[in-house]
C-alpha cells in the first residue's frame, strides 16, 4: 500500500523531505503540496503532485491520507488542529508550536479525538548514535547519570528569519528533548548564562548555556553557538557514577595526512542527521499507514515549548525558573 501524503511548506527542509520521501524512501507517494509563496510550492512539487493555494485545502483533499508540516513554528497549532479534525496522521517540524497555550490546544484536540495522530519532528531520537547512547545508559552497567553536557552548534543562522530569541525558543527545544528521552527524565527547571556576545552574530543572543534541571538530580548543561561559522557541531555526553558514554563526532572517518590528523565537520543539519530524518520518515509513514504516529508526542511538543519559555523567562530575570506541567493525559502514558 502506499501512503498519499501532502506536504505544507516547501523551504530548506520541505525540500529534503521531499527529496527522501520520493527518492529514498518506500511506500509513500506525494500527491498534493502547498506554500504560502506558491512559486515555492510548484518549484518543489513532485511530478503529478496537486499545488494547493491554502494549507486547508490540502487537508481537506481525498488526495491526502496524511500531512507533513514544514512551515514556520507560528503555523503549526492551526495546521495541526486542521489535521487532527480531520482525523488524519501529521507529521509536524519542530517547534511543534510556539506557546503553551497552543500546546495545550493541540492535545486536548488530539485526548478528544482518543488516538495519537501527531509526530513531532525530534530527529534526533532515530540517530543510531543517540540510540546507541541511550542502549549504554539504559543498561546501567556505567551506573547513574549525573550530568549531561549537550553540544548544539550551527553553522549560520540566515540572516532576518528569526529575533534574538531563536537559540533558546527554537534551537534548545532539540537539545531539551533529547535529554528527556535519553535519560528518562522530566525538566524541572531552567538557568541561562549569556556569556560574551558572538560578532558573528548580529542580534541573536548567541551563545548561550542553559542548564535543566532534571527531576532525578541530573544536571544538563547545554551550550547553544548559532553562528560558529565553522561548520555544524552537534555533540554529547553522558557523566555516570562508574563512567562516561558520548557521541562520536561525524563523520566518523579519521582523516591523517600532512596536514594532521582529522575529521570532517558537517555543513549543516542535513548532512549530520540525513540518516535520522530517513528513519523517522521510515517509521512514520509505516504508523501513518496504520491511522496513527509513533516517537515523539505532542506531550513531547509540549513540554520543549514550556522549557522555552522558561529560558526566555529565566534569561530575562537571571533566575531558575520552574516548570509547571499539567497532568500527563493517559494517551501519552505509554510514549
Ligand atoms: P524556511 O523558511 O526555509 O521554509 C519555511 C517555508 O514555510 C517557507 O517556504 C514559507 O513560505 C512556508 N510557510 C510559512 N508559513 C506558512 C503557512 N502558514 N502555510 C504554508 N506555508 C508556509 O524554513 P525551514 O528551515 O524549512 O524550517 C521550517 C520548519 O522546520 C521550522 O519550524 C523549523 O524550525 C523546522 N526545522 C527543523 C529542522 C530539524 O532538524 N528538525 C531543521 C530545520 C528546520
Ligand atoms: C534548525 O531549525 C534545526 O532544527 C536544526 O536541527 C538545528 O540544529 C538548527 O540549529 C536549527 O536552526
Redesign the pocket.
Known amino acids: 500500500m502506499t501512503l498519499r501524503v501532502g506536504v505544507i511548506g516547501t523551504g530548506m527542509?520541505g525540500k529534503d523531505h521531499i527529496r527522501r520521501l520520493t527518492q529514498v524512501l518506500n511506500g509513500v507517494e506525494i500527491t498534493a503540496v502547498n506554500d504560502i509563496d506558491q512559486s515555492s510550492a510548484e518549484d518543489a512539487a513532485p511530478m503529478g503532485a496537486t499545488v494547493f493555494e491554502t494549507a486547508e485545502q490540502l487537508i481537506q483533499s481525498e488526495q491526502v491520507e496524511a500531512v507533513v508540516i514544514c512551515s514556520w513554528g507560528g503555523a503549526h497549532e492551526e495546521q495541526l488542529l486542521a489535521c487532527i479534525k480531520a482525523g488524519k496522521p501529521v507529521f509536524c517540524?519542530?517547534p511543534m508550536v510556539i506557546s503553551a497555550e497552543a500546546a495545550i490546544k493541540v492535545m486536548n484536540a488530539e485526548v478528544a479525538y482518543g488516538k495519537r495522530l501527531v509526530q513531532v519532528g525530534f530527529?534526533r531520537r532515530f540517530d543510531a548514535d543517540y540510540r546507541r547512547l541511550k542502549k549504554v545508559i539504559d543498561e546501567g552497567s556505567l551506573g547513574a547519570p549525573l550530568m549531561y553536557h549537550s553540544v548544539?552548534r550551527?553553522g549560520q543562522?540566515p540572516e532576518g528569519l528569526y529575533t534574538s530569541d531563536?537559540p533558546l525558543n527554537?534551537?534548545l527545544v532539540?537539545d531539551a528533548d533529547i535529554s528527556r528521552w535519553l535519560l528518562s527524565d522530566e525538566i524541572s527547571g531552567v538557568e541561562v548564562r549569556v556569556p560574551r556576545r558572538s560578532t558573528q552574530g548580529g542580534e541573536l543572543r548567541d551563545p548561550v548555556i542553559v542548564l535543566l534541571h532534571m527531576d532525578s538530580g541530573v544536571i544538563v548543561d547545554v551550550e547553544i553557538s548559532?553562528n560558529i561559522s565553522y561548520g555544524?557541531d552537534?555533540r554529547g555526553e553522558v557523566s555516570c557514577e562508574r563512567g562516561i558514554a558520548a557521541l562520536p563526532n561525524r563523520p566518523a572517518t579519521i582523516i591523517t595526512d600532512q596536514h594532521g590528523i582529522r575529521q570532517a565537520i558537517p555543513e549543516?543539519?542535513r548532512e549530520r542527521?540525513i540518516e535520522a530524518y530517513d528513519q523517522e520518515f521510515r517509521e512514520w509513514i509505516s504508523a501513518a499507514a496504520d491511522g496513527g504516529a509513533i516517537g515523539p508526542s505532542v506531550w513531547d511538543g509540549y513540554v520543549s515549548t514550556l522549557t522555552a519559555d522558561a529560558a526566555l523567562r529565566a534569561v530575562e530575570k537571571g533566575t531558575l525558573e520552574t516548570l509547571d506541567l499539567i497532568d500527563k493525559p493517559a494517551l501519552y502514558q505509554q510514549h
Do not use: A, G, L
Request: charged share 25%; no cysteine.
Open positions: 527542509i517540524e519542530k530527529m548544539h550551527n543562522v531563536m527554537d534551537t532539540h548559532v555544524y552537534i549543516d543539519w542527521f
